[in-house]
């Protein structure tokens, strides 16, 4: 039989691996936004130096307003779809974050209440009112949890749906 404190050490071992994915989920959300933005610096600056030597040879002033609009839209598109990018990004990881917020509640909840069980099936408890009220209460705090775990779901969803609504206009 585990013991009351490799029953809690578990648990310590679930909430830090939990932890870790949702820090490797950080760097690797980070590192996505950071290569977008410098793969649009890199063709906007390259861009950028194609229209100065386009405008550079341009003798007719009709033909240098040309350029200049045709560059403008050009960066303005650039910069709309890296943005367009950048949310879609932040909205997937929002969906996986409030995932794993989710699961962990959940399994995390179970958790306790199982080695709390365990634990509390250990001490002789001889009067049956005590036992009908850690019962009670145990069952009460497992609904609070479980309605936590819901409610943190329903929020998420409710967030990456009008986030994602957003993004797409």
């Known amino acids: 039989m585990a013991t009351k404190q490799d029953q809690f050490n578990e648990i310590q071992k679930k909430n830090l691996e939990a932890a870790m994915r949702l820090a490797q989920m950080s760097i690797e959300n980070s590192q996505r936004i950071m290569e977008l933005q410098v793969a649009t610096a890199k063709s906007l600056f390259e861009e950028g130096v194609e229209n100065a030597k386009a405008l550079s040879t341009a ?12 560059y403008a ?3 303005t598109e650039k910069m709309l779809g890296c943005a367009r990018e950048m949310a879609e990004l932040a909205s997937r990881t929002q969906a996986e974050v409030g995932k794993l917020v989710s699961e962990q509640l959940s399994s995390g909840g179970k958790d306790v209440f ?3 069980q365990k634990m509390f099936s250990g001490i002789p408890i001889t009067d049956q009112n005590a036992m009908s ?3 009670t209460a145990m ?24 986030t994602g609504t957003k993004g797409k206009k």
């Open 114 to 116: 199982e080695a709390m």
């Open 139 to 162: 069952d009460t705090t497992r609904s609070a949890f479980e309605q936590m775990a819901r409610a943190s779901t329903d929020a998420f969803q409710i967030f990456n749906q009008q």
């Open 133 to 135: 009220a850690i019962q």
């Open 73 to 75: 839209q050009s960066t």
């Open 59 to 70: 003798k007719d002033p009709k033909d240098l307003l040309a350029l200049r609009s045709q």
